[in-house]
């Protein structure tokens, strides 16, 4: 099994196509900062079993650890510049799963144009466990904050809620298999390409990791303001529409990794367009008014609630 | 025990005293880059007895983690601003441990006035698995990197050499227990102003994470020169110097953070100046010459060789 020093020759420094990453051979890299540009920078960690199954192909565990870190670039309206990597790494890992995790992390590098900067790679006696610093930029002051939605909004979301949810219950076999759900749940779409396209339209922004009722809490009280969102209007994909649980999966699973943001009522009619330029279903579940806290509204306009085992009529 | 929520308001957001950070309310960092400088960025991670020992005091574990990332910065002549923090914690660390850990981070905040830019906090039933991202930066064009290093030139370290390798020894009992060595093993000094010194000064620059040789050997490689080292010459501390193995650690053992650099042999006269501002040793233990590897000689001009035991004579 390679050592330190093999694995950073022969499994990472392929990965080092950025000039930035002075070939992995430095103590650190070096960025020339894009001109008239602010930096985006975030970090996720994943450890085995609790955000990935350990017996997942190792190159979607690098492509999830990769695009979940990129979401949040997404959700800050970013471009993505490159990442660092850190693999806390146990022994069973042989070298060619060392191999078939960085052909995940080539194949994402190839489609989004990014490269790998620097990192680190440890062992250790516990669970694999991941982490990436992903490095962003977008024009200077332009950055969508979560703290912009004001009265009169309208809530957005991109794409379709809950399938990762119900993918992972695919996964275990609570449900019925579902080659897509499944695939949803081991693959995020980070929507680099909506993020950047909602600066100077979106007033707030956020994608959805924690669920969207969290995720949307977490924009209402950055901002100030109170959110009515229809639960019929939520966008559901045809693999999930008619399973049990699926509304309960789009307000409250995670891992969807899709875009919620607020943009002006005004602008509304700019979504349609949009959508299909982005080939991205863009569907408004929601309006802001003044006030705080979130209502989910039932077909029948009665609020829905929350309790224990999902949700629930009041 | 404090949820992902609460130890991001409670714990993390009191260190998010840059307003690059955003107050950790957001899905990443937003940070202007100072203009005419290029970025540095580093990642280091760190496992509970592994890299450290999990009942060490964890403010000095925060520390640790902290210190041997801006030894990194230091290694290439940067300026730190801030940094990202990945914890995996175990289920037995208490509120109280984390507001330790905290406190650590803080009191090096305060002593090198950078701030905690954002992160991710997540839990594993595996040991403590901590991660950082440090960010620092240079004026354009100027970091110092590992391959300049020429014929000619004499090598330099700072400080004392061996004495965190033996500190470690001390802690377990292997070796009389000494304070001042376990503390150079607990509380790495990341030589920030030396970096920052030696900028249009050194021709390489390294930290001696690996070990002298280890680390000589990768600024060797990558400038294509060869090396002669008196071990006479190593500087020793006065609690290392008299102790067995004290040589094989300044050879050998790692984790000192010491700066190790190249400069040309007619600026040598620079260092007592240099050495006597910064408060610090700075020793030249050996020259530079054309060809490859590395030869330690020893008080008799010998060559020393490495074994599995440590230095022996040929």
Redesign the interface.
Known sequence: VYGEFDFIDKVLKPLATDTAA?GL?????????PPGR??????????A???FLADDPPDLIARKLLRVNLS??A??G?EPIGY?????RTRDLDDAWLHRFADGLAQDQAELGIGI???????????L?L?I?A??S?P?GQ?L???GARPGDVVVVSGTLGDAALGLKSIRGEIAASAFLADRYRLPRPRLALGVALRGLATAL??VSDGLVADLR?VLE?SGVEAEVEAARLPLSEAARDLEGALAAALSGGDDYELLFTIPAARADELAALSSRLDLPLTCIGTLREGTGLTVLDREGHPLAVDGGGWTHF
């Not at 602010?38 to 450890?47: H, I, P």
């Open positions: 002075l051979v430095d103590d650190a890299a070096v960025l020339t900062p602010d930096l985006v920078l975030t970090k996720d960690a994943m450890v079993s609790v955000h949040d670039l959700a800050m970013a660092l990597l850190a693999l806390a900067l620097g990192g680190d790679t440890v062992g250790t006696p516990g669970p466990t982490s610093t490095i962003g977008v200077r950055a904050l979560r703290s956020i994608d977490h950055a």
